[in-house]
């Protein structure tokens, strides 16, 4: 049998990753399915902040970590477009998901 290009790069590509990336391209495949990447970029500004902006405002808190945490799972009121509405609450399937999403935002 012969292994085409097509069957070659998904594999040496998958293999390749480490750790590291395979978490951030969790994280990422998570924030997509959630809605979050609909009004967040990762480096630029969409109806919300992008996720380098969050990182840099939550950073700077004392209590960015716990702040962050409050941010993602209680669905607080946000404006868009000069309009008040409720943020999307961020569902995680378990703690630790959600501090890796966590650790991943503040990451950027």
Same mark, same amino acid.
Request: hydrophobic share 35%.
């Given at each position: 049998? /012969?292994?085409?290009? @097509?069957?070659?790069?998904?594999? @040496? ?29 990762? *480096? /630029?500004?969409?109806? =919300?902040? *992008? ?7 939550? /950073?700077?808190?004392?209590? =960015?970590?716990?702040?962050? /945490?409050? %941010? ?14 409720? %943020? ?19 990451? %950027?």
């Amino acid at each position: 049998m /012969r292994l085409t290009p @097509f069957l070659i790069t998904p594999l @040496f590509v998958a293999l390749s990753l480490t750790p590291v990336d395979a978490q951030a391209l969790n994280v990422q495949k998570e924030l997509q399915k959630q809605g979050c990447l609909k009004c967040h970029a990762i *480096s /630029r500004q969409k109806d =919300g902040p *992008s996720i380098k902006e969050t990182a840099k405002k939550y /950073r700077e808190l004392e209590n =960015g970590k716990e702040a962050l /945490r409050a %941010h993602l799972t209680s669905a607080p009121e946000i404006e868009v477009d000069g309009k008040k509405e409720k %943020h999307k609450m961020f569902e995680p399937k378990s703690d630790g998901d959600l501090d890796e999403v966590i650790e991943w935002i503040l990451s %950027h």
